[in-house]
């Protein structure tokens, strides 16, 4: 079955903690990104990717890291989190940009 | 930053009444796609429109793209309890520069 997956979908941890959201597809998409999802404010590009080793800053990359060693992965890394991270991330995949994406299911982050 | 507004951002409806979001730019549009995400879910993709008065439709959904490719909608006929969830349009003003609308907010009322 064609998918995209997040682990974990739902995490709570304090300010500083590293964390990392590991995403996964096995559609063999060269473009993937990370979004975050906030009332009244949509969906919200952090970082993409148009392929292996490449990686670019979306809309609001502050305070997040990422990288493309494989095609199939692609990590968001969260080296400090901090209270103003909390929300609801997604990872989202598909053959080129401005086309069609595949999303997973989410990942809920709180940090307290 | 983006140019794009998404109207309305909630839309109360009764069961078989019609409903229509809207994403109007203020700069011309590469193209746009609609994505609907349900209670709790993940977007899902509906469709994509690329061309000028581009018109397309899904049984009851149907997607225009204005001549200028400055604004689209999505309108659904007789709308039913599971076309509830949220709307977004995702669009593109040039070759790197791609963004969600905030969305419209679907609630139907049986």
């Known amino acids: 079955e064609a998918q995209v997956t997040q682990n974990p979908r739902y995490l709570i941890t304090v300010t500083g903690k590293k964390l990392t959201v590991t995403c996964s597809q096995n559609?063999?998409?060269?473009?993937m990104s990370w979004y975050r999802q906030d009332p009244g404010l949509g969906l919200r590009q952090i970082y993409y990717?148009?392929?292996?080793?490449v990686t670019d800053k979306g809309d609001v990359p502050e305070g997040y890291k990422v990288s493309r060693k494989e095609k199939r992965n692609f990590p968001l890394i969260l080296e400090s989190p901090s209270p103003n991270q909390t929300s609801l991330y997604f990872c989202?995949?598909?053959w080129g940009r401005g086309i069609e994406q595949y999303f997973g299911p989410g990942t809920r982050l709180t940090v307290t | 930053g983006q140019q794009v507004m998404q109207i309305p951002q909630y839309q109360h409806v009764q069961e078989g009444e019609d409903f229509t979001t809207y994403c109007n730019s203020s700069?011309?549009?590469?193209?746009i796609q609609w994505y609907k995400q349900r209670p709790g879910g993940h977007p899902v993709f509906l469709i994509q429109?690329?061309?000028?008065?581009e018109v397309k439709k899904q049984k009851r959904l149907t997607f225009q793209f204005g001549e200028a490719k400055k604004n689209s909608s999505l309108h659904i006929t007789a709308t039913q309890t599971t076309d509830v969830g949220t709307y977004f349009c995702?669009?593109?003003?040039?070759?790197?520069?791609?963004?969600f609308g905030t969305g419209t907010r679907l609630t139907v009322i049986p």
């Open positions: 429109l690329v061309k000028s008065g």
């Open positions: 990717s148009m392929n292996v080793e």
């Open positions: 559609m063999n998409h060269e473009y």
């Open positions: 989202a995949s598909s």
């Open positions: 700069t011309t549009l590469s193209n």
């Open positions: 995702e669009y593109q003003t040039g070759a790197n520069n791609l963004f």
